[in-house]
């Protein structure tokens, strides 16, 4: 249209249809439409111990189910850091590194979800304290290295959303992402693809939401060849423990969750892990 680069998005949290469908189809015209029902799922699982996350395992899931029934921005809004709810950060189960941990992996996994990203000021560098419109953001924080390791946490994450198609592609679309395994509920595990219009470029996500290295872990993948592990959560820089799979893992000719091949990898404690085939020349 006359301004293409300017976007509308609904604030909306009822059941109403085609809030982001055009006015011609008889849609209300918004770009994009806020996932409440995300937001308020995955903060509640999220806040649970992660011995019994495996018990609110759907809350992870659900959203699968509707997901590309509008174009979803996912948001973790101002909402949810005001009016004593504290901050995202506080909202964390565990000590101090449990916390930062589980904030880095709630961020991994909204950014692995298909849709647009909104995070909401402070959120990025974990603040303690609930937003405060009558002052500063805490921005002393970030010469401490748990709140600096999610700033870098972020930014990276930032990057390879940017730089890989699979990661924004596709977001309104579901060709851009399949399940490897969404029932993994007694490891509280969930992995996934997301793809983009080429499909010898997808990228792969893991996701450990327990404390509990997972070793030796069979997950499924769609072409052969070296992946590259191009982010890891539980990396040193991060404020993580440094557990991960040394930069790469070569994918063994296995069938494994309905996939021609499998990885062998090993999950961090409560971290997540993407990969991507290191050459375009990989053969399914």
């Given at each position: 249209g006359e301004y293409g680069d300017i976007q509308t998005v609904a604030e909306e949290s009822t059941a109403w249809p085609m809030v982001s469908?055009?006015?011609y189809l008889g849609g209300l015209g918004f770009g994009m439409k806020w996932d409440m029902g995300w937001m308020h799922d995955t903060l509640h699982y999220m806040s649970q111990d992660p011995v019994y996350r495996k018990f609110h395992h759907n809350n992870l899931t659900f959203r699968m189910l509707y997901a590309f029934s509008e174009s979803y921005m996912l948001p973790l809004s101002h909402d949810e850091?005001?009016?004593?709810?504290?901050s995202l950060l506080g909202k964390m189960p565990g000590d101090t590194w449990q916390k930062f941990a589980n904030l880095r992996l709630l961020f991994a996994y909204m950014y692995a979800q298909p849709g647009k990203k909104l995070l909401f000021m402070g959120d990025e560098f974990g603040q303690w304290r609930e937003w405060n419109h009558d002052a500063s953001l805490d921005w002393s924080l970030l010469e401490l290295p748990f709140h600096d390791g999610v700033s870098r946490w972020v930014a990276d994450l930032n990057r390879v959303y940017r730089e890989q198609k699979a990661m924004h592609e596709?977001?309104?679309?579901p060709a851009g992402f399949r399940w490897i395994d969404a029932n993994d509920t007694e490891q509280s595990v969930i992995s996934l693809i997301r793809q983009g219009r080429t499909p010898d470029q997808p990228v792969l996500g893991a996701f450990n939401f327990t404390p509990v290295?997972?070793?030796?872990?069979?997950?499924?993948?769609?072409?052969?060849?070296?992946?590259k592990e191009i982010l890891n959560s539980d990396a040193g820089v991060y404020g993580g423990s440094g557990l991960g799979n040394f930069g790469e893992v070569r994918a063994a000719p296995i069938s494994r969750h309905g996939y021609p091949h499998a990885l062998t990898l090993t999950l961090p404690p409560l971290g997540a892990i993407f990969l991507k085939p290191a050459s375009r020349r990989a053969k399914a």
């Open positions: 469908k055009p006015t850091v005001v009016h004593g709810k504290g596709l977001d309104f679309d290295p997972r070793y030796n872990y069979l997950l499924g993948a769609p072409l052969g060849g070296t992946w």
